[in-house]
């Protein structure tokens, strides 16, 4: 029987976007390109063609936007800051019209009582840095530190939570070494350094962070996790799952929590050993406030020795292809509480795409994401009554929006955007999502 499940005092309820997801103005103010306005051009790179140009139109219409925040009941938001918006040319001349806009959205935020957790790096960099090497070259990682200590600068009298990376294993492996996301690189042998640098210029941000805030600063990271399970007790398919868990869970998590590379990560992708510096994985690893997790689906191992599927029967998938595995989330938080006992986690994202229909009326029966939902913040309850610190949630995402490689096909979220029109609509989900904040707990089976 369903029982009511009430959330901490002080639980934050939150939803999360990305710059160049929804913000468009392309050019606008002094914006520089970013490697996404770059690769977007690239034939055949993104769905129809789609592009960052216009997005959700944020940009200009943020006021709105919050306004709808404020309608949900939002405790938080999750946003990113477009790097080359703040630096056009990648380093040096800083463009102050680009900070302004930060500014007046941060000051939106918290005048309707919302609190702003910045990203710093959301996949956007600046074209004039991958020109000089990118991610592959040591100096980005200073050029990212000075970028943050910039935007803290200025923010940081009134923004209190940091996450200087998002997913950077999806910008090593799938920007980088199989190409499927800007920068589009095939440069597999690479992944390492990638890896290496991306993490570096979080511990390099960390301190610069810490030093320009005005109000404690509390900084994390995002990782994209996944629970792995092996697809049936067959010893190939258990055996392959470690493996496998070494890659997706590991690589990432060991570094900043333990200071040192998983062996079997790198061997496992067939890859080199990165050039790492003395003081390097000092960097890496110094304690941060928070872990920030974002979560979408589990990750199933059939190895091809045991003829097993990597599909549950009876599972439900999301118009991503993407298992719908509530469970997992739990399983995950718990584990990585387990493994690495961060301070602080927030699943930073978790949401689902399905086929939206925007009824006349002005409707979105949005059941199917409105029942992830209900299933994921119920296996979120658990995971806190084992105890995860977790402190909080965001969906993904507040709006519909630009999701990558595939365009605006896929709508992941609570508000429905009529891109042609720029009209948003809330969704039963919204709506929903509405009343579990306003009651801090729900109705769990
Ligand atoms: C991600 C990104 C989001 C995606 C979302 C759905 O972190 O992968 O943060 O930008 O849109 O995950 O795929």
């Known amino acids: 029987m369903a029982e009511f ?12 976007t990305a710059s160049f997801q929804i913000e468009g103005a392309a050019n606008e103010d002094g914006k520089g390109p970013s490697i996404w306005d770059t690769f977007c051009k690239v034939p055949g790179a993104i769905f129809t063609g789609d592009t960052g140009d216009v997005a959700c139109d944020h940009y200009h219409r943020y006021r709105e ?37 930060y500014d007046r959205l941060v000051d939106t935020l918290l005048e309707a009582k919302i ?34 200590e910039v935007v803290v600068d200025r923010l940081g009298d009134r923004v209190q939570h940091w996450i200087t990376h998002n997913e950077p294993y999806v910008t090593t492996f799938i920007g980088h070494m199989i190409g499927h996301h800007a920068p589009g690189l095939h440069e597999y042998e690479a992944g390492g350094q990638i890896a290496h640098h991306l993490l570096l210029s979080h511990g390099l941000a960390l301190p610069a ?3 320009a805030s005005k109000v404690q600063a509390q900084v994390g990271i995002t990782l994209s996790l996944q629970p792995v399970y092996p697809a049936s007790q067959h010893e190939a398919d258990v055996a392959e799952a470690a493996h496998t868990r070494a890659r997706v869970y590991n690589w990432f998590l060991q570094p900043l929590f333990l200071g040192t590379y998983p062996e079997e990560a790198l061997q496992g992708y067939d890859l080199p050993s990165p050039k790492i510096e003395d003081g390097d994985m000092e960097l890496i690893s110094a304690p941060i406030d928070f872990l920030g997790v974002n979560y979408y689906s589990p990750f199933r191992v059939a190895s091809s020795l045991s003829g097993s599927s990597d599909r549950r029967p009876g599972a439900e998938y999301t118009e991503m292809g993407w298992e719908v595995y509530p469970e997992g989330l739990r399983d995950l938080l718990v584990q990585i509480n387990q493994d690495y006992a961060p301070p602080a986690l927030y699943v930073t994202e978790n949401g689902a795409a399905f086929d939206d229909v ?14 992830y939902l209900e299933g994921h913040l119920c296996m979120a309850h658990e995971a806190i009554q084992q105890g995860v610190p977790l402190k909080g949630y965001f969906v993904w995402s507040l709006l519909d929006n630009f999701e990558w490689t ?13 891109y042609e029109s720029q009209q948003r609509f809330i969704k039963q989900s919204g709506n929903w999502y509405g009343e579990v904040i306003a009651r801090n707990g729900l109705d769990c089976g």
């Open 5 to 16: 499940q009430q959330f901490p005092a002080g639980f934050l309820w939150g939803a999360a």
């Open 209 to 211: 962070i810490r030093a």
């Open 358 to 371: 925007l009824g006349e009326d002005g409707t979105v029966n949005d059941e199917a994401r409105q029942r």
């Open 406 to 418: 595939f365009g605006y096909s896929k709508r992941f979220g609570v508000v429905y955007v009529d």
């Open 115 to 148: 609190t702003p957790f910045i990203t710093l790096y959301h996949w956007d960099l600046p074209q004039a840095l991958q020109d000089q090497g990118g991610w592959q070259n040591r100096e980005t990682c200073h050029a990212f530190a000075e970028y943050a």
């Open 65 to 101: 936007d919050v306004a709808l925040m404020q309608e949900l009941g939002l405790g938080a938001y999750r946003l990113s800051i477009s790097w080359p918006r703040i630096f056009p040319t990648g380093r040096g001349q800083v463009n102050i019209k680009g900070l302004d806009f």
